[in-house]
């Protein structure tokens, strides 16, 4: 983006000196090539000046979008969840009526808000999808189902 600045402000001193060595031109024909090169010169930049624009465009955009990650975020909290499982759940003041809920670590640490789906229930856990990294993650400590009858003192275990 410096580079550009000094490209554009180099085009217009170009076309500064130009300008000032016209009135020591005699011939139409120089005279002319000289305001075609001037002209030239100020479109070139013009262009300078359109292109630093869009890019302090851009950059605000991306400073919004940023600002407002940074204010989203400080709405959750890093939870462990039991079984190594981790999410960022929704602080109880910060909820504003919206429902409890968590979000996806991985997706979290990425700038992004990813809120984790419900999937199934087993053996003691709670499955939720990510939609947006589609990581499955387990909540919940995991409890064997005990399918052992009073008669048997075998306990037989599904993994």
Not at 112 to 122: D, E, G, N, P, V
Not at 134 to 148: L, V, W
């Amino acid at each position: 983006m410096v580079a550009e600045v000094f490209a554009g402000l180099s085009a217009i001193k170009t076309a500064f000196d130009i300008a000032k060595g016209l009135k020591d031109i005699d011939t139409a024909a120089s005279r002319n090539a000289a305001v075609i090169e001037l002209q030239e010169k100020i479109l070139a930049a013009r262009e300078a000046q359109t292109a630093l624009l869009d890019r302090i465009g851009e950059l605000d955009k991306e400073m919004a979008r940023f600002e407002k990650w940074e204010a989203e975020k400080k709405r959750y909290k890093l939870t462990d969840f039991g079984a190594g499982t981790f999410a960022y759940s929704l602080k109880p003041e910060e909820a504003n009526g919206k429902p409890p809920h968590r979000i996806c670590a991985a997706c979290y640490q990425k700038n992004r808000k990813s809120i984790l789906q419900f999937a199934h229930h087993s053996e003691g856990q709670d499955y939720f999808d990510c939609p947006e990294c589609k990581t499955k993650q387990a909540f919940g400590i995991y409890s064997r189902p005990d399918t052992s009858g009073p008669e048997d003192d075998l306990i037989s275990v599904r993994y």
